[in-house]
């Protein structure tokens, strides 16, 4: 098992064997990968059509990776045949956009063996023109396709999700917006704490043992929902007929969907969901946490008192989420006040918001660009009491909700560094 790299300063010509020596194109990465291999993609816009065919293959992003059909021949954007296939994260902040293809769908799956494919951070933004966000086509039976923090989104003539009869499809924490039917035609159909809106009909499965299965879900301004025969027009209705468990009809209050931009507000009704994941997050060590690490997030929690020494980050007075004030091409910094715990603790995570799936809600107002800027999370703590802007006490990099092992203190600052450079912008 190798693995192999694709970068934007690769080339083509050289191994793959290493970021030094790596390829420049997905699908020369795939014409070099084996059966069981891993190709791993840094981040950056490629301008291609990948193609896999008869190998089984985990395929990561390091970082925000778009694959782009602006401009290519109308056609499928990522074929797949007769392989399980993994699509992920190969780092922290890894995510996956496929756009813009023309005519077809985003995703093509096609296979005469009992496969899986498993997706995980993705992003299919599709449009008019689109067949479907992601399409299963096979002549076998006994697929599974299975979706994580992924957003289906744009197909106003098409499906979030086509899967033959006899496949199967299951989503955790995703999103389906503004599409035709959300998930169309499959015989096991498995969702948990997603959030289907502005879709004719959320789901239209065809009948069989065990199908569907959904659990705490979100539905909003959803005309349809499809089992077999039976058309119900009501979510009570479906929850009567015990296809539905625990799930609710309200408004998720997106951010801006219009531009595909997802994040929820304290007020999302998901967030009461129970058992809904990721979100929510212990910041502090339960050292009221909520009123001192939650700073961030919309819904009226106190963003004053912040450091912003260069000006170029700003604070909307409606949602409260930070943005870069100028740009393009800007990096800003803002520090935050001191914060007394009020006793040595240590710190367990960071998170910028406890109600929603992306890594932070701050958005680049700068640019037209979909994708979530970068930033750079740092936090610092000393037994003693020091100033805002002190330079001795030391800053370690984070990433939001992953434990922190190191960081120990009664006073505790965070410091995020913003930039709008990312691809595409």
């Known amino acids: 098992m190798s693995i192999w790299y694709v970068s934007k300063s690769g080339n083509d010509s050289n191994s793959g064997a290493s970021y030094a020596l790596s390829k420049l194109t997905i699908g020369g990465a795939l014409t070099v990968a084996a059966s069981n291999d891993t190709i791993v993609v840094g981040a950056g816009l490629y301008n291609e059509k ?106 106003t003539a098409g499906y979030g999700i086509v899967a033959a009869s006899y496949s199967g499809v299951t989503l955790n924490n995703c999103t389906i917006y503004n599409c035709s039917t959300g998930v169309l035609n499959t015989y096991i159909f498995n969702s948990y704490y997603s959030i289907f809106s502005n879709c004719t009909t959320a789901w239209n499965a065809g009948s069989g043992a065990g199908n569907p299965v959904t659990m705490y879900n979100q539905y909003y301004n959803i005309t349809n929902w499809k089992l077999g025969s039976t058309t119900y027009t009501t979510l009570a209705q479906v929850q009567a007929a015990t296809w539905d468990f625990g799930s609710v009809s309200a408004n998720p209050y997106f951010t801006d ?37 939650n700073i961030i997030a919309g819904g009226g929690y106190d963003n004053s008192g912040w450091y912003n020494p260069d000006g170029n980050v700003s604070k909307d007075g409606t949602t409260g989420y930070l943005y870069l004030s100028s740009g393009p091409n800007t990096t800003g910094v803002i520090w935050s006040p001191v914060y007394d715990m009020g006793y040595v603790t240590n710190i367990t995570e960071v998170d910028l918001s406890t109600i929603q799936t992306w890594p932070t809600n701050m958005i680049d107002k700068t640019t037209t660009d979909i994708r979530p800027n970068y930033q750079t999370i740092e936090i610092r703590a000393s037994n003693s009491s020091f100033a805002q802007n002190d330079g001795t006490v030391g800053w370690t990099e984070t990433k939001y909700n992953v434990p922190i092992s190191v960081i120990s203190g009664r006073y505790v600052q965070l410091r995020i560094t913003m930039t709008n450079m990312d691809v595409g912008a």
């Open 50 to 155: 990948p193609s896999v065919s008869g190998k089984n293959l985990t395929i990561s992003a390091d970082g925000i990776v778009v694959v782009d059909g602006t401009g290519l021949a109308a056609g499928n954007l990522f074929y797949m045949a007769n392989a399980n296939c993994t699509i992920n994260s190969y780092s922290t902040g890894g995510q996956w956009i496929f756009q813009n293809c023309a005519g077809s769908s985003l995703i093509y799956i096609s296979e005469n063996s009992a496969v899986t494919f498993i997706f995980s951070n993705c992003s299919f933004l599709g449009n008019a023109s689109n067949a479907a966000c992601v399409t299963q086509v096979n002549t076998y039976g006994g697929q599974t396709m299975s979706f994580t923090n992924c957003i289906f989104s744009g197909c």
């Open 257 to 293: 969907p219009a531009n595909n931009i997802f994040y929820l507000t304290q007020v999302s009704p998901i967030s009461q969901l129970q058992g809904a994941i990721p979100y929510g997050y212990t910041q502090g060590a339960a050292n009221d946490s909520l009123s001192k690490w």
